[in-house]
T-cell receptor, first 113, second 113 residues
Framework: GEKVEQHQSTLSVREGDSAVINCTYT??????FPWYKQEAGKSLHFVID?????DRKQSQRLTVLLDKKAKRFSLHITATQPEDSAIYFC????????????FGKGTHLHVLP | EAAVTQSPRNKVAVTGGKVTLSCNQT?????MYWYRQDTGHGLRLIHY???????EKGDIPDGYKASRPSQENFSLILELATPSQTSVYFC????????????FGEGSRLIVV
């Protein structure tokens, strides 16, 4: 089955700098790659996703890059703000069956003043 | 705004006791999911459902049952709770029509002593 690795358990950046969170996956059949954000003590909410028909997707300060050959995808956050501090989960799986989407272990992003 | 609510939010149970975690969604989504979140493991799928009357095993179903009596409600049942089931449990709903984005509840923190 699919395995998703998030290589950074924590990441600290200065406010205003960029942050990059990296993930890898194992199943070449995966075609859907969502990202979720969990603020301290709160639930998860969706932030952005990318599907395998494109290699880049941007939404405001967030950009997701997908390298299918390397089975790697990443979340780029520009001009980080204190409210970006959270745990970010990447996930991967088929586009048609959400129950097969596998989550990474999460990266705790700290935006330092 | 999508709404998924869970109860109870916090629960202390004794080993061997029965625990029921409830989830209600007002999104009219067909699919509902139960995950548990543990440090070092991220989110893992326990059970899911395609609609009223259906329950399916996820990746870690042992020790858990699920019930979906209606479109809106999905319960997770621990018949004989064990300390290893101490965790934070998240319910989510989603649908193909929403691009398989998951909408999570606030979480239920369970401690089994």
């Amino acid at each position: 089955g699919e395995k998703v690795e998030q290589h950074q358990s924590t990441l600290s950046v200065r406010e205003g700098d960029s942050a990059v969170i990296n993930c890898t996956y194992t199943d070449t059949a995966s075609s859907y790659f969502p990202w979720y954000k969990q603020e301290a003590g709160k639930s998860l909410h969706f932030v952005i996703d990318i599907r395998s028909n494109v290699d880049r997707k941007q939404s405001q300060r967030l950009t997701v890059l997908l390298d299918k050959k390397a089975k790697r995808f990443s979340l780029h956050i520009t001009a980080t703000q204190p409210e970006d501090s959270a745990i970010y989960f990447c996930a991967a799986g088929p586009d048609t069956n959400a129950y097969k989407v596998i989550f990474g272990k999460g990266t705790h992003l700290h935006v330092l003043p | 705004e999508a709404a998924v609510t869970q109860s109870p939010r916090n629960k202390v149970a004794v080993t061997g006791g029965k625990v029921t975690l409830s989830c209600n969604q007002t999104n009219n989504h067909n699919n509902m999911y139960w995950y548990r979140q543990d440090t070092g493991h991220g989110l893992r799928l326990i059970h899911y459902s395609y609609g009223a009357g259906s329950t399916e095993k996820g990746d870690i179903p042992d020790g858990y049952k699920a019930s979906r009596p209606s479109q809106e409600n999905f319960s997770l049942i621990l018949e004989l709770a064990t300390p290893s089931q101490t965790s934070v449990y998240f319910c989510a709903s989603g649908d193909v029509g929403t691009g398989n984005t998951l909408y999570f509840g606030e979480g239920s923190r369970l401690i089994v002593v």
